[in-house]
C-alpha cells in the first residue's frame, strides 16, 4: 500500500513541485552558465560526454548548478549513481554505499558514481570513509559544497579529485534562465522586467525561478498585470552569500583593502557595506584598517593611523549599526590618502638582518650610559644631538651593519626624501 501511495506521490511531484524543480536541466545543453569549465572542447564536458567522469567536486555558491551537474552525469553515464546528503549519512551508510559498489564491480564490472551534497558537513570520520573506496577507484565521488574545500576537504580526498569552481551566474545567463521560466508557466513578462528579474537573482538560478514564480502568481491573485512591484515583492530578500569562518570572509576583505590600497573609494565603501550587512565582525574590519594604515599609507599621511584608531575605538564605543558611518568615514579616508609601503619594507628588511645574523649589540656609545654602564666603557664617544647637531649625522647601527639603508622614503604625500 505504501509503494501505491509513493507512486501515487511521485506522479503528483511535477504538478506541484516549485519551479525551480520542473525547470533543472536534463543536458548539457539546457545547462546554462559555467562556460568556463563546460565550454565545447573543454575537459570537464569532455569527460561527462564520454562517460569517463573520475572523482571531482563542484565549489560555489548556491544556484550556480552543482547538484544539477552531478544529475546530468548521472543520466549520461553507464555506472550506477547514488546519492548522499552529507547532513544526514552516517559513515554506516557510506559504507553500505561502497559494499554495493564492490559487489557491482566484482559482479558484472559496473562502476559507480557516488554524489555527497553539501560534503563541507561531513566529518574527518566520514570523509575517511570514504577515502579508501576513492583510493581504490571502487566508487568515483562527485561531491557538491558551498564552502571552499581546501578548509573542509581533507588532503587525502582532495588529492584524489578535481577540483571545479562554478561561478554566479552573470546578469545575461540569469535572462535566459528567467524567459525560460516564464515560458513554463505561461507568464508575460516584459523584457525590462526580465532584467530586473535577473538583477535581483545575485547570480542564482533558482532564486530566479523563484522570483518568477511568485511575481507571477501574486500579479494573477490581484488581477494585475505584472508590474515592478510585484517583482521587487517577491524579491525581498536580497541574495547575500557569506561565510564568515571560510572564503567568502577572507575574498571579502582581500577586496577591500586592496580597494583601500588601490585609492578606489567607491569599491571601498562597497565592499565594507557588503561586509556589515552580510554580519562581519566590524572589529576585525577595524583591525585591518589600522593595519593598512601603516603597511599602505605609513608617514606618506601620518594622520591615516590616527583615523583607523579612531574608528576602531568609535566601534567599541558607540556599536553597529551607527560605527557603520565612522568606519565608511575611514576608509574612504583611506583610500584617498597618499600611499607609500616604506614603513612595511624597513621592518621587513631590518627584520631579515635581526632573522640572518641575530640581534647585533649596539655600538659602545649608545649603551647604558648609567653609573654600571660607564664603568664597562658604555656611552664613551656619544655625541648628544641636541647640543651637539653632529649628533643627527651619526650612523646609529651596529658596527657590523653601518651603510645599511632599511627605511626608502617614498617621496609620496608627506613623505619626503629629506626625511632620511
Not at 116 to 129: G, V, Y
Not at 209 to 229: F, Y
Not at 308 to 336: K, M, T
Request: charged residues 25%.
Amino acid at each position: 500500500m505504501s509503494d501505491l501511495f509513493s507512486d501515487a506521490a511521485k506522479q503528483r511531484l511535477p504538478e506541484i513541485a516549485p519551479l525551480a524543480l520542473r525547470m533543472r536541466p536534463e543536458s548539457l545543453d539546457q545547462f546554462v552558465g559555467q562556460q568556463h569549465v563546460l565550454g565545447k572542447g573543454s575537459a570537464l564536458r569532455l569527460a561527462i560526454e564520454q562517460d569517463r567522469v573520475r572523482s571531482a567536486i563542484f565549489y560555489g555558491p548556491p544556484g550556480t548548478g552543482k547538484t544539477t551537474l552531478a544529475r546530468i552525469v548521472a543520466r549520461v553515464t553507464g555506472a550506477e549513481f547514488e546519492e548522499l546528503s552529507a547532513v544526514s549519512a552516517t559513515v554506516a551508510q557510506v559504507r553500505e554505499v561502497l559494499a554495493r559498489a564492490r559487489e557491482r564491480l566484482g559482479a558484472n564490472g559496473q562502476r559507480t558514481i557516488l554524489f555527497l551534497d553539501e560534503i563541507h558537513r561531513f566529518n574527518k570520520a566520514q570523509q575517511d570513509a570514504l577515502l579508501p573506496g576513492v583510493e581504490e577507484g571502487v566508487i568515483t565521488l562527485i561531491g557538491a559544497t558551498t564552502e571552499n574545500p581546501y578548509f573542509e576537504v581533507n588532503s587525502a580526498l582532495l588529492s584524489r579529485a578535481q577540483v571545479y569552481e562554478l561561478e554566479p551566474l552573470s546578469v545575461d545567463e540569469l535572462k535566459i534562465v528567467a524567459a525560460r521560466g516564464a515560458a513554463e508557466i505561461g507568464a508575460d513578462i516584459p523584457d525590462e522586467l526580465v532584467g530586473l528579474i535577473a538583477l535581483r537573482a545575485g547570480g542564482d538560478a533558482r532564486s530566479v525561478h523563484n522570483i518568477v514564480e511568485l511575481a507571477w502568481q501574486t500579479a494573477r491573485a490581484a488581477g494585475e498585470p505584472l508590474a515592478e512591484t510585484h517583482v521587487e515583492d517577491a524579491a525581498r530578500k536580497r541574495p547575500l552569500v557569506y561565510d564568515k569562518a571560510a572564503d567568502a570572509h577572507y575574498d571579502f576583505i582581500s577586496a577591500f583593502i586592496k580597494s583601500m590600497r588601490g585609492s578606489d573609494p567607491d569599491a571601498s565603501v562597497y565592499y565594507l557595506a557588503a561586509m556589515l550587512e552580510s554580519g562581519e565582525d566590524a572589529r576585525f574590519i577595524a583591525r585591518r584598517m589600522i593595519v593598512l594604515a601603516s603597511e599602505d599609507i605609513g608617514n606618506a599621511d601620518p594622520r591615516a593611523l590616527l583615523v583607523a584608531v579612531a574608528a576602531a575605538q568609535a566601534v567599541e564605543h558607540v556599536g553597529l549599526p551607527e560605527a557603520r558611518l565612522n568606519l565608511a568615514q575611514a576608509a574612504i579616508y583611506l583610500a584617498r590618502a597618499p600611499k607609500s609601503n616604506a614603513s612595511y619594507n624597513a621592518i621587513k628588511r631590518a627584520t631579515l638582518d635581526v632573522q640572518n645574523r641575530g640581534n647585533v649589540r649596539p655600538p659602545k656609545a649608545l649603551r647604558d650610559g648609567s653609573y654600571y654602564g660607564r664603568r664597562l666603557g658604555h656611552g664613551e664617544g656619544y655625541i648628544y644631538p641636541h647640543s651637539d647637531p653632529a649628533g643627527f649625522d651619526v650612523d646609529h647601527l651596529p658596527d657590523e651593519l653601518k651603510g645599511t639603508t632599511y627605511y626608502d622614503p617614498s617621496g609620496s604625500g608627506e613623505e619626503t626624501a629629506e626625511e632620511s
